[in-house]
């Protein structure tokens, strides 16, 4: 016979699983829309780093038109990936085929691309308020030839992040894998935890909101690791974020102890880790392996 303790036990493990399962048909069945909402907000609230000029003026019959089928045949990811250019005879230009094929390889690395399953890419040629932007799933990349190929790549791993964080890492019934980062360092959205200093965090912008946090860390991890490694020595809150990507996003050591800077020096501050300039060379021979 089991005792009262026992039998009281196996009703609260009936309880907790019952009521989980009424949590998780409510949140994906019925309150589904919430979500959505709360994605539209994140969209709509990114404080991006801006430009001198705002003079573009982006016209929205172009941005709909696709690249012709046999251009995208040419890409490895083309299953995946949708590209779009604007203007649309940008992909015939030859100085744009270093960025969208460096991309390209980029995405369709193992490490990546099996985490998507299917993203939309627009790249401009000319400038807007930002140099990117990730809205209604689509991953917007401006004014492409204002930066080094170097810069345009880790714009775009920055970028990407806030994608793969809101539509595509891991949703539980009630908690979601990201919120794991999250609560290490903010209260809220724009909120960071009192007692928190600026060593703990990747760089300035990274100070901005939770999500830009999230993209800076994620960014410094894949380009400047062995970096973000050393810098775990002198900050807890670092070491937190850094077994994050190892715990959840990249369990097989990828990109572990990498380091593409073309200096060895590593700075006590970096403002944008996007600005740190890198040997992409070396970055594309590793995506390569």
Known sequence: MFSNKNSNLIKLLVFTVFFSFLIFIAKNYFFWWITDFENQIIEENYIEPIVENNDYWVNKEIINK???????????????????????????????????????????????????????????????????????????????????????????????????????????????????????????????????????????????NKYEDFAESFTYYILHNSDFLEKTKYSEILKQKYDFFSKFVFRNDEFKTSNYKTTLEVKSYYRDITKIDFSLENFLQYLKK
């Open 66 to 208: 696709k690249v012709e089928e046999k251009i995208i045949d040419n890409l490895t990811s083309a299953n995946k990936f949708s590209y779009n250019f604007i203007p649309e005879d940008l992909f015939l230009e030859d100085s744009s085929k270093p960025y969208f094929e460096s991309l390209d390889l980029f995405l369709n690395n193992e490490y990546i691309e099996r985490k998507i399953s299917f993203l939309e890419i627009f790249l401009y040629k000319e400038k807007s308020d930002v140099r990117w932007k990730m809205q209604n799933k689509k991953l917007k990349l401006f004014w492409i030839y204002n930066m080094d190929l170097w810069e345009f790549i880790s714009v775009s791993i920055h970028e990407f992040w806030h994608f793969l964080d809101l539509y595509i890492l891991e949703k539980k019934v009630s908690f979601d894998i990201s919120d794991y980062f999250y609560v290490i360092s903010w209260d809220n959205t724009t909120t960071i935890k009192a007692w928190l200093e600026q060593k703990d965090f990747v760089s300035g912008y990274s100070m901005t």
